[in-house]
């Protein structure tokens, strides 16, 4: 019994002591962080106060560095002024001494004082005389003017009087155009008269044929009467019957006043219809050839050229716009129209 309580005395319990050491430790623990924290904070206020202390103290340098320009720009300034009176100052100076020789000199310039009195005396006479010339030159301009102007005048009389005659002019000229339209008017009539008597003379040289018409001022034959279809070759018939109109032309031209200026104008005229194959393109070739041939023809009987011209018109004056043979006939044609030249 003995044995076992030494036994159990010798197994004592350390856990209590354990908990006993822990708990100091980590109450030094949370001492040691609370005494940082603080710490800290009166280090970031410290901190902080100081920030704030420099940023015044560098807003006051800044203010400082202002004033230290303000102050060297005003120093400048006054060093500028100063550099400025002390030149005036030498300038004055200068001056004064200039003043001072002048003075000093004086005296020996009264004489040439003198000297320079007379030149300018004489230079002002040059002036005058000068002047004299020049107004004399002035009043010779004027007289120019004057004589120009009397020039100018003279020559607006003789526009004036060149402008009537204009008008007088222009009034002859309306008279005499009125004139030669009334002369040229009977001229016409007369004209008209001659056309007259040889449309009628034709009439009865030609007799009354089917194929013969007058259609206004103009004499109208049929071209079958002359040519054949699609040739320009005259048929020996119709000579016969252009002997008679030459004749009647011959004797035309004797009865007519020289100063009548007419022609007879022979005209060729086809139908619409083509030409197909022989020496003539187109119908205008037709017109004009027929009508040439008809002109040399009363030439050659003793017409006067002069009074003669020859034209074609092709199928483009027709008298009949139909589409019958007997408008085709119609409008195959020659025609003789007395005009003036």
Same mark, same amino acid.
């Given at each position: ?104 000199? !004086? ?23 000068? !002047? ?13 003017? !004057? ?53 009628? @003379? ?28 699609? @040739? ?49 393109? !187109? ?59």
């Amino acid at each position: 019994m003995p044995l076992a309580r030494r036994r159990g005395e010798s197994g004592m319990n350390y856990w209590p002591g354990f908990v006993d050491a822990l708990s100091t430790l980590i109450l030094g623990i949370i001492f040691l962080l609370t005494v940082f924290v603080v710490v800290q904070f009166y280090l970031q206020q410290e901190v902080a106060g100081k920030d704030t202390a420099l940023t015044k103290l560098n807003a006051q340098i800044a203010e400082l560095t202002s004033l230290l320009s303000l102050e060297k720009a005003g120093k400048s300034d006054i060093e500028n002024q100063l550099a400025a009176l002390r030149a005036t100052l030498s300038a004055t100076q200068s001056e004064r001494d200039k003043l001072k020789a002048a003075a000093d000199a !004086s005296g020996a310039n009264a004489a040439s004082a003198q000297g320079q009195v007379t030149q300018l005396s004489t230079a002002l006479e040059g002036e005058k005389k000068i !002047s004299a010339g020049a107004l004399a030159q002035v009043e010779a301009l004027n007289q120019q003017i !004057s004589a120009l102007r009397r020039q100018l005048a003279a020559i607006e009389q003789a526009l004036d009087a060149s402008e009537q005659k204009n008008k007088e002019s222009q009034g002859r000229i309306t008279d005499l155009g009125q004139r030669l339209n009334l002369a040229l008017a009977q001229k016409v009539q007369e004209l008209t008269k001659y056309r007259s008597d040889f449309f009628g @003379k034709l009439r009865e040289i030609l007799g009354n044929r089917p194929d013969v018409r007058i259609v206004g001022d103009r004499f109208v034959l049929q071209s079958e009467l002359f040519f054949d279809s699609s @040739k320009a070759d005259l048929k020996p018939a119709a000579t016969a019957e252009l002997d008679k109109m030459a004749t009647a032309l011959i004797g035309l031209e004797q009865q007519i006043p020289k100063d009548i200026p007419w022609v007879l104008r022979v005209d060729g005229h086809t139908d619409v219809r083509p030409i197909t194959g022989g020496p003539f393109k !187109s119908n205008w070739d037709l017109s004009v050839a027929r009508a040439v041939a008809v002109v040399k023809y009363l030439i050659a009987k003793g017409v006067n050229p002069q009074r003669l011209v020859a034209a074609g018109f092709g199928e483009f004056q027709p008298i009949d716009t139909g589409t019958t043979d007997e408008a085709y006939r119609k409008n195959r044609r020659i025609e003789f129209k007395l005009t003036e030249r």
